[in-house]
């Protein structure tokens, strides 16, 4: 549920000027998250979202543009290891496979640590695809991936 509703705050901020907790908080309401004043606070600690300018110079929350910090790094090797059962690849597409209900998570993850290469991603319940731009990128991910799951 928690990746869930981040994944709506990240939406919600990118598609309405949203200043406020409050505003922030209304909108997620709207959209069926039956979220606290406390959860919503808690959630923009966590996506890291900032204040910044607009256009019309009043503040609004953004994504920090800024690299994952260390522990986010750490944070997605130890989901990696607990939740992933399987790595491969083809051509430039990389194949994760996950434990039920994990893919989603692992999948977020990797997407905030903005590695060179990747186009994109597209996760469902238990596989999360990577698109790489180039076949070796796939290989060399892969390759990572891999061994961080123990090489199984």
Do not use: W
């Not at 709207?30 to 900032?50: M, N, P």
Request: proline fraction near 1%.
């Amino acid at each position: 549920m928690k990746t869930k509703r981040h994944q709506k705050i990240l939406e919600l901020i990118a598609n309405h000027v949203v200043d406020t907790q409050e505003e922030l908080l209304r909108l997620l309401r709207q959209s069926g998250f039956e979220v606290t004043q406390a959860t919503v606070s808690r959630d923009i600690k966590e996506l890291q979202l900032v204040k910044t300018a607009s256009s019309d110079g009043k503040y609004r929350y953004s994504a920090n543009a800024k690299k994952p910090r260390r522990d986010m790094t750490d944070q997605f090797y130890t989901f990696l290891a607990k939740s992933v059962d399987d790595v491969d690849y083809c051509r430039n597409f990389v194949v994760v496979k996950c434990h039920t209900g994990m893919a989603n998570a692992v999948c977020e993850l990797l997407d905030n640590m903005h590695v060179e290469g990747i186009v994109g991603t597209l996760s469902g319940d238990n596989t999360f695809f990577v698109m790489m731009r180039e076949d070796e990128q796939a290989a060399r991910l892969a390759k990572e991936l891999t061994n961080h799951i123990g090489g199984r």
